[in-house]
């Protein structure tokens, strides 16, 4: 493996100049396709429910995701779903609710009730067709 291989490198830094040149093992090969700065190249699937937390989703990525989540949580039929986006200074939570305000098919938005995130999360009612019905923030 590297690291072992990293590993008596740095402990023994000085080797022998007529020492044989490590042999590359599969391990090392397959070490050697991975990109440093992005360790899962191929999508990652997530089970889609009727609540979202984007404590997990890096603040660049916020958009893209809420965007793609709302079009497969309606695709699986669901009438509402709850974004946490937790309470910090409001930023993704202004995110979150101009997607909401933007995407045709959500009916309306509102602050989660308390025992289910209060203002860190937002409900968002959708509807099954592509019709925008009047916005109704009750905040």
């Known amino acids: 493996m590297r690291l072992t291989r990293w590993l008596s490198q740095w402990l023994n830094p000085r080797a022998p100049e007529d ?15 991975v990109d440093p700065f992005n360790p899962f190249p191929e999508p990652v699937s997530i089970e889609i429910r009727d609540t979202f937390d984007l404590h997990s989703i890096a ?29 910090g200074v409001g930023v993704q939570r202004e995110i979150v609710r101009s997607i909401l305000a933007a995407t045709p098919f959500v009916e309306h938005y509102r602050d989660a009730p308390p025992e289910a995130g209060g203002w860190g999360a937002t409900i968002a009612r959708l509807s099954s ?6 916005m109704m923030n009750a905040e």
Do not use: T
């Open 19 to 33: 020492a044989p040149a490590p042999q590359a093992d599969e391990d090392d090969v397959e070490d050697a396709d």
């Open 59 to 87: 603040p660049r990525d916020v958009r893209r995701v809420v965007e793609e989540y709302l079009l497969e949580a309606r695709q699986k039929g669901f009438p509402s779903v709850r974004i946490i986006h937790g309470k």
């Open 129 to 134: 067709s592509g019709n925008r019905k009047e």
